[in-house]
C-alpha cells in the first residue's frame, strides 16, 4: 500500500538531500512541506498518495530547523519549504535547469486543492518521461475500449465496461491541454489500471503523417510558433512535427528582425507551398477573411489541436482582492497573585512558571502572610524576635513579588511588540502576495499586446501593398506582374522547374471587373489566378473550385462556350459576406482566359 515518508530531523533532511542529489533514483520524487504554524500542510498529501503514489515516492517536510538541513544541501532554487511543494524527476537536469521541477505554493486551504492537482500532473509527465508507465506489468493492466463521457478538472472521464477510465493529459499527449486531444464522444482504447483507474490512450495517437495527410500544398493551415530567432523561425505544425521557416517566408523586408514579428507559442495561419517529408510554409499574403482548414486531430475522432486565436481582452483589470492575511499570535497569560490576598491552597503541586526567581505560586499555606490587627493608640506592642523576622520575610516576598510583576510586565510589553512585529509582517506579506498578483496580471496583459502587436506588424509587412509593386502604364502587363510576383514568391525556388505558370489571357470584361470590386486587393486576386494558372488551386479545398453551371441546380450541366471553352469558378475568399469569387473559362488548349471577378451571387460570365 503506498504511504509517505514525514521527515523530522536533520538526519533525515540531509539522507533526503542526498537521496535527490544522487543516482539511485528510478521515480519522481514528491516533496511536500508545512506552512509556518501549522502541523499539516494544505496540500492533500493523502490525495497525492492516492492518484500517484505507485509511481512517485512521497515526503512530507514539516517546516522546522531541519528544513534548513534540507534547503542547504540543494542547489540554488531548487528547495522547497514553508506550504510549498516540488516534484524533482528522474536525472540530475533539474538541478541546473529549475524549471524542470516547478514550484507549487499552497498559502491556504483555498489554494491546496489547486497546488495537490499540479504536483500529481508534475509527477505523471515525469513519470511518463522516465518510461514507468511503459514498464507497468501487462498483467497489471487491461487493454479496453470506451467513451470519452467528459473533461473535467483537466481530467477526461471514459466509459468502459461498467467502470470509468480517468485519462490525465500525461497518459494522452503530454503538455497539451486535454481539450486539443480528446472530446465527448470519442472512442479510445488504452491500458486500464484497476487499482488507480488511470487509463492510458497513448497507443492510440495517429502518427504524424497520418493526422497531416489531410493538408494539401496551398491550404492555409494553423501553426503553433515553437521558437524565433532574428532570421529564422520554428513552428509547430503537429506536436511531433517542427518546420523551419525562412525569413522570407515572414516578410518581404530583409532588414526585419523576426522576433519582433511573432511570439513562442503564437497560434498563427500558415500556407502550405510543400507536404510531406520536406513540408514547407510561408505567412506571406494571407487574407484575416481566409479561413485556415481545421488542424489536424491527434486522435481518430479527435478535435483540431489548434483552434484560431480570439482576441483576449487586455483592458486594466479590477485590483484583485487582498488575500486573507494569516496573523501570529503570541498570547502569554501570566497571574501573579496580589501581595495583599491570601493565596489559595493549591489541591496539587504547582509547576513554576518559566521566569527567573521564585514565584509567590511556590510558597506554601504555612508560610502565607496574614493581616494583623492595627496597635492601639497609646500602646505600643512589643516585637519579639520570631515577629520581626516574620516581618523580614514579609518585606522580602514584597520584595520579590514586586520584581516579579516588572518582569511579567516586561514579558508582556515584549510580546505585544513581538505581536505587533508579526502582524506588520503578516501585513507586509498580504501586500507583497496582491503586488506579486498584479504583476503577474501586468505581465499578461503586456505579453498579449505584446503578441497582437507583432501579430498586426508581421501582417503589415507579410502583405504586399500597392506601392511594393512598380508602375505600370498598361494594367494588364502590371496584373501580370503580380501574378509572376506571386509565383516567384510562392513557389519554392527548387520547385519552380516543376511548377510551371500555364498560358492565360485577360478576358475583354476582367480588368474592368476587378476596377469595379470593392474590399479585395489587387494582388491577392493575382495570388489565386497563381494558383489556378500552375494547377494547386485544384489541390486546396479552401479554393473551393467547381464547374460554373448554367442554374443553380446541382445536376445542371457546366456552361460551354461557342468555341468549346468550359466555365469554372474559385473562392477568392470563404467565410465573409458577399464573399468574392473568380470566374474563367478553360479553353480547349488547356490554356486560360481570366473571365470576370465578382461577389458569391453573381453568377455571370
Known sequence: MPTYRRVTTPEGARALATHLNGNARDRPVIVVTTPHGRTEPWIDIEEIVDQVGDIAEIYLVPTGPHSWDLSNNLPAMTQVYGGAGRVYPVGHEWASEPRRSPLRFAYSAAEGPKATTALIDDALHMATEAGLFDNVQTTARVRLTGVVVGIVADRAMVKLDGRVGIVPDALAFPGLPLERSL????????????????????????????????????????????????????????????????????????????????????????????????????????????????????????????????????????????????????????????????????????????????????????????????????????????????????????????????????????????HAQAQGFATELGHLRTELRQVEDQVRRLTQQLEQSRTKLRKSRSTSSPTDAPAFADPERGFHFLVERAWATRIPAAEQPTCLLGDYTLGPDFLRSLDALHGLATDRVADVVMEVVTGKAALSGGRELHQLRTDEAGGSPQRVREDGARAWRVSLQSNTPAARRLHYWVLPDGSIELARVGVHDDMSI
Open 183 to 418: 472530446q465527448p464522444g470519442q472512442e479510445v482504447t488504452g491500458l486500464y489500471d484497476a487499482d488507480s483507474r488511470w487509463f492510458d490512450v497513448r497507443e492510440s495517437r495517429l502518427e504524424p503523417d497520418v493526422a497531416l495527410s489531410s493538408y494539401a500544398a496551398g491550404d492555409v493551415v494553423l501553426v503553433q510558433v515553437e521558437s524565433v530567432e532574428a532570421d529564422r523561425a520554428s513552428v509547430f505544425l503537429h506536436p511531433l512535427v517542427t518546420v523551419d521557416v525562412t525569413h522570407t517566408a515572414v516578410t518581404s523586408n530583409p532588414l526585419d528582425d523576426l522576433s519582433d514579428l511573432m511570439t513562442p507559442g503564437e497560434v498563427l495561419p500558415a500556407r502550405v507551398l510543400a507536404t510531406g517529408g520536406e513540408w514547407q510554409l510561408s505567412v506571406l499574403d494571407i487574407d484575416d477573411d481566409e479561413e485556415p482548414v481545421a488542424a489536424a486531430a491527434l486522435f481518430a475522432g479527435g478535435p483540431p489541436w489548434l483552434v484560431t486565436a480570439t482576441p483576449t481582452d487586455v483592458s486594466e483589470p479590477a485590483p484583485p482582492a487582498t488575500a486573507p492575511i494569516e496573523v501570529l499570535s503570541f498570547d502569554v497569560e501570566i497571574d501573579v497573585a496580589d501581595p495583599h490576598a491570601e493565596p489559595p491552597i493549591p489541591d496539587a503541586p504547582v509547576t513554576a512558571p518559566a521566569l527567573a526567581g521564585p514565584s509567590p505560586a511556590m510558597f506554601d499555606r504555612s508560610r502565607a502572610v496574614r493581616p494583623r490587627p492595627a496597635p492601639g493608640p497609646t500602646e505600643a506592642p512589643a516585637k519579639p524576635p520570631a515577629a520581626a523576622a516574620e516581618s523580614a520575610s514579609t518585606k522580602s516576598m514584597s520584595l520579590t513579588i514586586a520584581s516579579l510583576q516588572a518582569e511579567v510586565r516586561t514579558a508582556k510589553r515584549q510580546r505585544d511588540e513581538v
